[in-house]
């Protein structure tokens, strides 16, 4: 595995993502043996870094999650936690009440980074940042980020963070260049910020884009792991694919590893 080093923290390069864990809007406990399955296997297969938040499955997918860490027995320290506030939960008291939720549903006394899931119009961030600091202050939660930020508010929360804001974490991909093209890339390599893509391999285009068939035959691995590792070999760029099959689990967490040369990313447009 290899690894983003950011403010005295060592963050995998590829981490395991919740949506549709436990269900997707709200919860759907018939899924619920699968779902600890995938988890399971990806707590052994060495994941460490565990994306979830309130909204997913309406908080099973962190009661889900709790529960298969405590059954593997995984020693808490030697993972990383992060969970989200939703956007209508972003006033100071609301944002302390649902962290006090995820905590009491994940089973655990902290967490290791606590993201606004999405901005929402007419927010108060100062606000909001007077409720995360408080968090960190009172050791909560460790490390704070944000998700979906544009530009704008991403330098607004950087500015409002007592600590170092750790992550922005938006949709990047090799078909979804947004955050790259809008300047938010740029700002978090400057700025010592992770930008953590999500949703790195969902689209279509993965599977038809011939420049990334082409690395994948010529290095015997699979597209998804070269547009896993185009994501990787990206300074300050971290992933958190999600997937219930423990072979695409495996090769998602050994796409890290994965460095592709300067020509190979030319290939795949820069
Ligand atoms: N902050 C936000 O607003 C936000 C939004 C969306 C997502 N996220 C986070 O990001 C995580 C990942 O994003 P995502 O779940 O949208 O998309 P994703 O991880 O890019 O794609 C998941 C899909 O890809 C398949 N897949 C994964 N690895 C594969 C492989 N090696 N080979 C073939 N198929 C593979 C999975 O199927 P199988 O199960 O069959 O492998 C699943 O259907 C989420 O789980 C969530 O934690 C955050």
């Not at 093209?181 to 953590?196: F, K, P, W």
């Amino acid at each position: 595995m290899r690894y983003e080093m950011v403010h005295g923290w060592q963050i995998p390069k590829v981490g395991f993502g919740t949506w549709t864990i436990g269900g997707q809007g709200a919860p759907d406990p018939a899924g619920d043996a699968g779902s600890l399955a995938a988890l399971r296997s990806a707590l052994e297969l060495g994941y460490t870094h565990f994306d979830t938040a309130e909204s997913y499955a309406a908080g099973h997918a962190e009661e889900l999650l709790g529960r298969a860490i405590r059954e593997l027995g995984a020693p808490r320290q030697t993972l990383l936690i992060t969970s989200k506030v939703s956007p209508q939960h972003l006033s100071y008291d609301q944002v302390l009440t649902s962290c006090e939720n995820s905590l009491r549903r994940l089973g655990m006394e902290y967490l290791d980074l606590y993201l606004i899931h999405w901005p929402r119009m007419g927010m108060q961030l100062e606000e909001t940042f007077r409720a995360l600091n408080q968090l960190v202050r009172s050791g909560k939660v460790r490390r704070l980020g944000v998700s979906n930020f544009s530009l704008k508010l991403l330098q607004q929360a950087a500015a409002l963070s007592e600590t170092p804001l750790l992550t922005n974490q938006v949709s990047y991909s090799i078909p979804d260049r947004t955050y790259r093209h809008n300047g938010v890339l740029d700002y978090c390599q400057q700025h010592d910020i992770l930008l953590t893509a999500y949703s790195p391999v969902k689209r279509r285009n993965i599977k038809s884009n011939p420049a990334i068939q082409a690395i994948a035959t010529a290095r015997g691995v699979s597209r998804q792991q070269v547009a896993l590792a185009w994501l990787t070999t990206q300074p300050r760029v971290i992933t958190i694919p999600m997937s219930s099959d423990p072979q695409h689990q495996a090769e998602n967490l050994h796409a890290a590893d994965l460095v592709l040369s300067a020509a190979e990313m030319e290939q795949l447009g820069g």
